[in-house]
């Protein structure tokens, strides 16, 4: 005889399922966030000495560009050298040092103050790379920062003079539309902008920001209305209006919930920084801002059209975003060029036993817009073991390598190289805390294998 099937009690099955459900979820190992995903790496880096010894800095200023190399700015607070401008043939591997914008603008270093920096990005516009100078030293005798371009067909330089006296250009951003390039001048924090055709330019005498302060180190072009944004020390926005002509302060929005009040002060130097964006970048595929947050590292949108500010996610390094530890923010927060994945060089300060600040590393970053992913792929690494620790400039090349400008100590004090770099650190010149260390150290361009991309063959 054939037996039928018994009728499940449904009250019976529904119980036996929810017990090993609750038992396959009890049994199983905590998992990360599925936007969140931790690498250890370590990220491997090819470093490329330009055996520049005055170099103690870089920020912002490096650019793939048009015509297949990478150029990038090291610069020195030392008095006796100027910001240098290098060239890097990846294809061949060939180094050139472009030239000392010092002597390029022909000033007199020991009568003035150098042309010691360029603290913002290279833009490349109708075959020229276009940027501003910046004070490393500093007092009365710097002449100001001057509006440049550079040919990179003719490789001759063009100098459009200094834009605002006695003051450095810490900020510069472009509107290639419109043929404007913008700037916040330092030590006073005026606002201005170089018109491009007419090589004029027009300033507002007014501090946007405490000089007491650090004030703003980027500049947000919508590259729609052509109104230009950056953030006061007080935490709201300001915007140029480009049909106006007029600057204003924004009511909405701003930055005064309580997540974004984790203000840096830096003891010893004359200066702090309040809630503010560290960098910020316009996206024209979702034509909104993106930028990260001095100090606690959140990335945010802002949206200028119907004023809209959203915390997208925190981006530091992967072992702050664990415990909720902090690092000075870097300028190193580029965008892909189809505008769905941040990068970013996040710094991490290991904390020693007795709880000083221990060694430093960077670690890359990146962040899928769309997907709402964070992905630490950990610290970047030199081919010889040594790791950078510290890192104020990065590009996307289309060539399927990421760029970086990085310091790292120089560990065989038998070489050359370390008893030379001895002998101009221990001479007289200026530097900011954060740039000094108990070790010497080099200034150099590092390539990096993009671990989204396959390298271009």
């Not at 419109?178 to 030590?187: G, I």
């Not at 909720?324 to 927060?333: C, K, P, Q």
């Not at 760029?403 to 530097?431: F, R």
Request: net charge neutral; charged share 20%; proline share 5%.
């Amino acid at each position: 005889m054939t037996r039928g099937c018994r009728k499940k009690n449904p009250i019976v099955f529904n119980a036996l399922i929810l017990a090993l459900t609750i038992l396959s979820v009890s049994i199983c190992p905590a998992q990360q966030s599925p936007g969140t995903i931790y690498k250890e790496g370590p990220v491997k880096a090819k470093m490329i000495d330009g055996n520049f010894l005055y170099g103690d800095s870089n920020y912002n200023g490096i650019a793939y560009a048009s015509d297949g190399n990478v150029y990038y700015v090291i610069c020195s607070h030392n008095k006796k050298s100027g910001a240098q401008l290098f060239r890097y043939n990846p294809r061949t591997g060939n180094l050139d040092n472009v030239g000392d914008l010092t002597t390029i603008v022909g000033e007199d270093r020991t009568k003035v103050i150098n042309q010691g920096k360029v603290h913002c990005d290279l833009y490349e516009y109708q075959g020229k790379l276009w940027f501003g100078t910046h004070a490393g030293a500093y007092d009365r005798t710097y002449p100001g920062g001057h509006f440049m371009s550079y040919d990179l067909k003719t490789e001759k330089f063009e100098d459009f003079g200094i834009a605002a006296p006695n003051e450095g250009l810490v900020a510069v951003s472009m509107d290639t539309s419109r043929e404007r390039m913008y700037a916040v001048t330092w030590p006073g924090y005026s606002f201005l902008y170089f018109d491009m055709n007419t090589k004029k330019v027009e300033r507002w005498m007014e501090a946007i920001a405490p000089t007491p302060q650090q004030g703003p180190r980027s500049l947000g072009v919508d590259a729609i209305t052509g109104n230009v944004y950056w953030h006061t020390m007080f935490s709201t926005i300001q915007a140029y209006n480009y049909g106006t002509n007029e600057i204003s302060t924004l009511e909405k929005p701003n930055f005064k919930q309580p997540m974004f009040n984790i203000p840096l002060a830096k003891k010893g130097v004359n200066y702090s920084v309040g809630v503010a964006w560290r960098s910020v970048k316009w996206n024209r595929a979702f034509e909104k801002f993106y930028a990260i947050m001095y100090f606690s590292d959140w990335l945010v949108s802002f949206d200028p059209k119907v004023g809209e500010l959203e915390i997208l996610d925190r981006i530091p390094a992967a072992p702050n975003k664990k415990s909720g530890g902090t690092d000075y923010t870097s300028l190193a927060f580029e965008l892909s060029e189809d505008g769905e994945t941040i990068f970013y060089i996040a710094p991490y300060t290991k904390t020693n036993a007795d709880g000083t600040s221990g060694e430093s590393e960077i670690h890359l970053v990146t962040y899928h817009i769309p997907g709402r992913q964070y992905t630490d792929h950990g610290p970047v690494e030199l081919n010889d073991g040594r790791r950078p620790r510290y890192c104020q400039g990065l590009e996307v090349g289309r060539n399927g390598m990421l760029y970086i400008v990085g310091w790292v100590n120089i560990t065989d004090k038998t070489s050359d190289k370390w008893k030379n770099k001895l002998a101009i650190e221990t001479a007289d010149k200026p530097t900011m805390e954060v740039e000094q260390s108990t070790q010497l150290q080099e200034i150099n361009l590092m390539e990096i294998r993009n671990p989204l991309m396959e390298p271009y063959k």
